[in-house]
């Protein structure tokens, strides 16, 4: 099936740090979708990407879809404490089209760790 | 408000017994999701819906069963034949590609 890989798998900064983390894809993706997941909760949509070449910001964070449609960004300024967690990028390949309507591929996810 | 609930958060079931997890959303969405994860993972797929009384397998289906009779229920029966239950239950919603999840269910099989 479909795979995306996601980098880093964890990362450890100081407060303050920009952070970046990225997705790439095998193949072409319609939508590209990052997360963030807090310890036993379920994950909470950051940035959702329709378009290839988008940028997209939410507060410190910004996304971006890649110009070949196989990748994807996610940038957090000024990291904080309680920017701590799981980030996942997830999106719909252009070939999971017709039964596989809204049928995601999902990142195995960044680990954030931010010190003080 | 809106949004996704489940129910119970935590679950604990003993071994050979069947168990249903609940899965209900306000949010007048058509698609309707499942996933599993397990520590340090990635999500996967178990079973989706895209429209009530009607639902299609995910990546990893066996050992449990779905329903979709109302638009806004969508429970997932883990089975005696799923080998390894335990594990983080989400369900998600969607209209469109993006979708929404909620809190998740733990579920440990003793």
């Known amino acids: 099936g479909q795979q995306l890989n996601q980098s880093p798998q964890s990362m450890f900064i100081q407060e303050g740090e920009d952070v970046s983390m990225n997705c790439t894809s095998s193949?072409?993706?319609?939508?590209w979708l990052w997360y963030k997941q807090d310890p036993g909760e379920g994950p909470v949509l950051l940035i959702a990407?329709?378009?290839?070449?988008e940028l997209t910001s939410n507060g410190r964070l910004t996304a971006q879809f890649g110009i070949t449609r196989k990748d994807s960004f996610l940038n957090i300024s000024a990291s904080i404490p309680s920017d701590v967690g799981i980030y996942f990028c997830?999106?719909?390949?252009?070939?999971?089209?017709?039964?596989?309507?809204?049928?995601?591929?999902f990142g195995q996810g960044t680990i954030l760790t931010v010190h003080p | 408000d809106g949004g996704i609930t489940q129910s119970p958060k935590y679950l604990f079931r003993k071994e050979g017994q069947n168990v249903t997890l609940s899965c209900e959303q306000n949010?007048?969405?058509?698609?309707m999701y499942w996933y599993r994860q397990d520590p340090g993972q990635g999500l996967r797929l178990i079973y989706y819906?895209?429209?009530?009384?009607?639902?299609q397998k995910g990546d990893i289906a066996e050992g449990y069963s779905v329903s979709r009779e109302k638009k806004e229920s969508f429970p997932l029966t883990v089975t005696s034949a799923q080998k390894n239950p335990t594990a983080f239950y989400l369900c998600?919603?969607?209209?469109?590609?993006?979708?929404?999840f909620g809190p998740g269910t733990r579920l440990t099989v003793l």
């Open positions: 949010l007048n969405h058509d698609a």
């Open positions: 819906s895209q429209i009530v009384n009607d639902f």
């Open positions: 998600a919603s969607s209209m469109g590609d993006t979708q929404y």
């Open positions: 990407l329709y378009k290839a070449g």
């Open positions: 193949s072409i993706f319609n939508t």
């Open positions: 997830a999106g719909r390949s252009v070939n999971a089209g017709g039964t596989s309507y809204g049928k995601l591929t």
